[in-house]
């Protein structure tokens, strides 16, 4: 069964920097897209980032220019650089992972392309 365990949550105050991994097990797909995804308190979960099998990346507006998405596959982890960080940016951030059937590009079906998904990591930003 896939395995995604998201770690390198935390918290810093505004402007400072996190780096979130996503460690995959028995995740085979040679098509995919992977992603992180957040939700914060009393707010709908929002695609942040991902990344396809090509190495296309995609971002929420939000976070272009602040945040930087990129996998080792060699180590079968995901990773979001997160810098500039704001108050707003804080959430539960989830990994998660496309099975056989997606759209490209990735996030553009939000959510519902997703069927493998992480338990998720908290990052709390302070002013």
């Known amino acids: 069964q896939v395995q995604l365990v998201e770690s390198g949550g935390g918290s810093v105050q505004a402007g400072g920097s996190l780096r979130l991994s996503c460690a995959a097990s028995r995740y085979t797909y040679a098509s995919y897209c992977m992603g992180w995804f957040r939700q914060g308190q009393g707010k709908e979960r929002e695609g942040v980032a991902a990344?396809?099998?090509?190495?296309?990346?995609t971002y929420a507006d939000s976070v272009k220019g602040r945040f930087t998405i990129s996998q080792d596959n060699a180590k079968n982890t995901l990773y979001l650089q997160m810098d500039s960080l704001k108050p707003e940016d804080t959430a539960m951030y989830y990994c998660?992972?496309?099975?056989?059937?997606?759209?490209?590009?990735?996030?553009?079906?939000?959510?519902?392309?997703?069927?493998?998904w992480g338990k998720g990591t908290l990052v709390t930003i302070s002013s």
């Open positions: 998660a992972a496309t099975g056989i059937f997606f759209s490209r590009p990735c996030l553009g079906s939000g959510a519902g392309d997703m069927n493998y």
């Open positions: 990344i396809d099998s090509d190495g296309t990346t």
